[in-house]
């Protein structure tokens, strides 16, 4: 059978036409209106001159409208690219340059602006606006749904999803149809999906987590999807009533735990918590035992492997951790030469299965120099593994701080510095010295910022934790730590703000 992502998940979808796929803004769409709208969207995109391997890129506000254009887009064969909602007109010049896409959905807002750029690479813009009203749907309305389906097949690229690039230029990472439907199979399996699931979307759709994590889960099962624009902790504690599983960031555990009314009696009817794209602090996922008698089930994945491992539906799921392989999917952890080390040892992060993307748009270099020879992606992640096959991250690699020569991680800092009074977050980064290369200097968020923690209190407080080279020369105290919208700490960011603390 030819894994095409579309029709796989349009089979599923059609065996029960009149079951509600989603709730947008309080109104059920059906399986079949959804498929009928992405057949509609298909044949727009093909009238646009669309055809298969073109880039499709979309930028604009989370709708139902959005889900019928990824599926419109998956049908007709397009490569599907969607793109942060932040990013500013200089960002978007430089994808549109890289991914020259045949079509660009865009905000109405922006779509003046972004014209000559498309249509200088021989593309069009066409709108979608927050409601998922706008030149596109106008036109689809007009359209008979496409009956036929691209005849893409397992290895054609489905998707390409820009990573980060919190280094260097962002790269496009190319997804197949098969690393997408592969790693739905696994998490369906390992996560116990079924069509009486009833998932509260949160998230963003231009991120591998609310757009293949939570829908393609969610379509190839048949379970409910309730699409919220945005993340709002009293609209989803109301809504887990109604629902069974959450996934989200981290943040949306601090926000649901800052919350009164996160109770047992207002978790009740969840079955799953699930979080990932960022650190779950341990002292998080302990508050929220305590508080909801739930544990959270933590997993971690990339933009470049969709999901790698994930604490267990049935068994330990360990503060801290990330959990084991999932099914299908391999994890080592190697010295630089690439051989294994000893358990709970850090070293790099590599995978290996049919979850890892087939390599960066256009740029077959930086693909080989990421890659193994004995085909396992370098993730650019530390982690250990524990005896019992526990994997734990310890932050990127980029991030590692060499201070005197010695190595310092991040996090073995940070939760020391969390575990202080006064302290409620903080990020740990290395910072130009004159004498050790980098020096360890520490970002905190005070608990109470009306009386926040003395700095020579701070590094004296770990002075029994953290040897002399890992505790920090400099405290800094800040507000709220720069985050991405996944909520991942932009240390790159904190980097340059501290950058001549040591002249
Ligand atoms: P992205 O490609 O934007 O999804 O970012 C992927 C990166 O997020 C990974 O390489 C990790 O550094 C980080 N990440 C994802 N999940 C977790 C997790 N559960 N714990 C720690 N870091 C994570």
């Not at 709708?63 to 049908?75: D, K, R, T």
Request: hydrophobic share 40%.
């Amino acid at each position: 059978m030819t894994t095409n992502l579309f029709t796989t998940l349009q089979a599923s979808l059609a065996r029960e036409p009149e079951r509600t796929a989603l709730v947008w803004q309080g109104r059920p769409i059906t399986g079949a209106a959804l498929l009928e709208r992405a057949g509609q969207m298909a044949a727009e995109l093909l009238a646009q001159g669309v055809e298969p391997g073109d880039r499709v890129a979309v930028q604009v506000e989370k709708s139902h409208e959005n889900v019928a254009l990824f599926l419109g887009a998956l049908q007709a064969g397009a490569v599907y690219l969607p793109l942060n909602t932040g990013y500013t007109m200089a960002e978007l010049d430089y994808f549109i340059s890289d991914a020259e896409p045949r079509v660009m959905v865009a905000d109405p807002a922006n779509a003046a602006a972004l014209a000559p750029l498309v249509e200088q690479r021989g593309g069009r813009v066409l709108t979608m606006d927050a409601m998922g009203r706008g030149t596109l749907g106008d036109g689809a309305d007009k359209r008979q749904p496409a009956s036929s389906v691209s005849s893409a097949g397992p290895d054609d690229i489905a998707a390409i999803l820009y990573t980060s690039g919190t280094t260097g230029r962002s790269k496009g990472a190319m997804l197949s149809h098969d690393n997408l439907w592969s790693n739905t199979q696994a998490l369906i399996q390992t996560w116990g999906f079924t069509g009486d699931d009833v998932l509260i979307h949160a998230l963003p759709l231009f991120h591998t987590h609310g757009l293949f994590v939570a829908l393609d889960i969610c379509l190839a099962t048949g379970a409910k999807i309730i699409l919220l624009p945005k993340f709002d902790a009293d609209e989803v504690i109301d809504l887990m009533a109604e629902a069974t599983v959450l996934m989200g960031v981290p943040t949306f555990y601090t926000r649901l735990l800052a919350n009164p009314r996160l109770t047992r009696e207002t978790t009740r009817h969840m079955r799953l918590f699930i979080s990932g794209s960022a650190p779950l602090l341990a002292e998080t996922h302990e508050r929220f035992t305590e508080r909801t008698g739930q544990a959270i089930l933590e997993r971690y994945g990339m933009t470049e492997t969709g999901m790698n491992t994930s604490n267990p539906l049935d068994g330990e799921r360990r503060p801290g951790s990330v959990g084991h392989p999932l099914p299908g999917v391999e994890v080592r952890v190697v010295d630089s030469d690439g051989e294994p080390v000893a358990p709970n040892e850090i070293g790099g992060i590599e995978v290996k299965g049919p979850n890892v993307f087939k390599g960066y748009w256009r740029l077959p270099e930086k693909t080989a120099a990421e890659f193994r020879e004995d085909g396992f992606f370098i993730t650019g992640d530390l982690g250990t593994l524990s005896p019992d096959g526990y994997l734990s991250i310890v932050g990127r690699d980029k991030d590692l701080i060499i201070s005197g020569g010695f190595n310092v991680y991040p996090k073995e800092v940070e939760d020391i510095l969390n575990d202080l009074p006064g302290v409620a977050e903080s990020a740990v980064i290395g910072v130009p010295h004159p004498d050790f290369g980098e020096a360890v200097v520490a970002v905190i968020v005070p608990s109470d910022t009306s009386s926040p923690p003395d700095e020579s209190a701070v590094i004296a407080a770990t002075r029994d934790a953290l040897a002399a080279y890992k505790r920090p020369k400099r405290v800094m105290l800040t507000e709220a730590l720069p985050r991405n919208t996944m909520g991942k700490v932009q240390k790159s960011e904190l980097r340059k703000v501290h950058q001549g603390l040591f002249g």
